[in-house]
């Protein structure tokens, strides 16, 4: 007695390692250059003086209370921490001008200290870190992207992306 089978034969293993690498090749991203304004300023963050002083990007969504990201002089973007405003020493540059989020994307040198403590953010249903602001000064207005998508700079999109600049 024969038994026949009704599969379907199967590829041979080299035609479907073949057709693996065609694929794979055809998905990889072509580089970009890199944009002019982001090497300007990753080398101006590497020639920056330390000190006791941070560097914060303002991110305002319509959505959302965090203030937006802080880092460290000398320290690239992607090292920043999205942070709380503690506003109880000095209040946050919009909320003076009593233009909330006017300021979104400017970039200030800040003045203060992270408390240590963690601050409950009721919108993302996340815990971030709070700084303790003692006085700024806007350094620019329309710094280049830290951004992959620029749609984050939209306060009315919900999206929070970290910095990769």
Not at 46 to 56: A, I, K
Not at 98 to 124: C, I, Q, T
Not at 126 to 133: D, N
Not at 136 to 142: A, D, F, K, S
């Amino acid at each position: 007695m024969t038994f026949h089978s009704t599969k379907a034969p199967r590829p041979p293993l080299h035609f479907i390692l073949l057709l693996s690498v065609v694929i794979f090749v055809g998905c990889q991203t072509v580089p970009q250059p890199p944009d002019p304004a982001r090497v300007l300023m990753n080398a101006a963050i590497l020639r920056e003086t330390p000190g006791n002083y941070f560097f914060g990007r303002r991110m305002f969504k319509k959505d959302y209370k965090m203030w937006g990201w802080v880092r460290e002089p000398g320290m690239p973007w992607k090292s920043a921490k999205l942070v709380m405003m503690n506003e109880q020493r000095m209040i946050a540059p919009d909320r003076a001008s009593g233009k909330l989020g006017v300021d979104n994307n400017y970039d200030y040198r800040l003045e203060g200290a992270f408390s240590g403590d963690m601050v409950y953010e009721p919108a993302s249903d996340k815990f971030y870190p709070e700084f303790v602001l003692t006085g700024y000064e806007l350094i620019r207005t329309n710094p280049p992207s830290i951004y992959i998508v620029d749609k984050q700079l939209d306060p009315a999109i919900r999206i929070i992306n970290t910095p990769v600049e």
